[in-house]
């Protein structure tokens, strides 16, 4: 099973457009995190969750937003598709803030 | 300038070379990371440390709290090695995000 995983692992759609990306952990853990990760390979925290509460919420449009129906689930939301957006977005667990994060397999989103 | 700055950008090296990777940060930290991304995409934690040393394998990670700098070592390199390396920090308080480094890609010639 895998422990972090995300849908879709592709995504093409084209600017204006809404989509969301799934992320689910059956590790037990109590936060998740969203990062994504530009064309240069850099990454960066989007957003974070401990327990569905927002903790961390980087200066992101709110074309954004993150739900966290429960502690296994954080998705993303994106509205209003831009080209700037093409990017890998990456799901995150762990057991507390300060535990050892784990990754999903990333999603790779194309804006046409 | 990046908070959290690795060295060197890019590594080739030939199998069985001892490899050092090397990370420097400037902002008070809870635990330093080390991360590997292969060229699939997929991410995964290969060290959380904040003093001292740490051993798993063919990889050995260190820190030195005092000088803000960690080094992450591959003993008998081989071409599965081959990855990018990244470097994390966490600043602490209330929302202990991670702050990466730009990555070292590290290429292991047979």
């Known amino acids: 099973d895998t422990a972090v995983s995300q849908t879709p692992k592709y995504l093409v759609t084209q600017m204006g457009n809404d989509k969301s990306i799934k992320c689910e952990q059956n590790?037990?853990?109590?936060?998740m995190y969203w990062y994504k990760q530009d064309s240069k390979k850099f990454l960066k925290i989007m957003f974070s969750?401990?327990?569905?509460?927002?903790?961390i919420n980087e200066t992101v449009p709110n074309r954004f937003s993150p739900k966290s129906p429960d502690k296994a689930h954080l998705n993303l939301h994106i509205n209003s598709l831009e080209l700037g957006d093409s990017a890998v977005y990456f799901c995150?667990?762990?057991?507390?803030?300060?535990?050892?994060?784990?990754f999903g397999a990333g999603t790779r989103l194309s804006v046409l | 300038k990046n908070e959290v700055e690795q060295s060197p950008q890019n590594l080739t090296a030939q199998e069985g070379e001892f490899i050092t990777i090397n990370c420097s940060y400037s902002?008070?930290?809870?635990?330093l990371h080390w991360l590997q991304q292969h060229p699939g995409g997929g991410i995964v934690s290969l060290f959380m440390l904040s003093s001292g040393k740490k051993k798993h394998g063919r990889l050995i990670a260190t820190i030195n709290i005092q000088e803000k700098h960690s080094s992450l070592h591959i003993t008998a390199s081989h071409p599965r090695d081959s990855a990018v390396y990244i470097c994390?920090?966490?600043?602490?308080?209330?929302?202990?995000?991670?702050?990466f480094g730009t990555g070292t890609l590290l290429a292991v010639q047979p």
């Open positions: 590790l037990g853990h109590d936060t």
């Open positions: 969750y401990n327990n569905k509460e927002l903790i």
């Open positions: 995150a667990s762990s057991q507390g803030r300060t535990g050892s994060q784990y």
């Open positions: 902002v008070g930290i809870s635990a």
């Open positions: 994390a920090v966490t600043r602490g308080g209330a929302t202990n995000k991670l702050i």
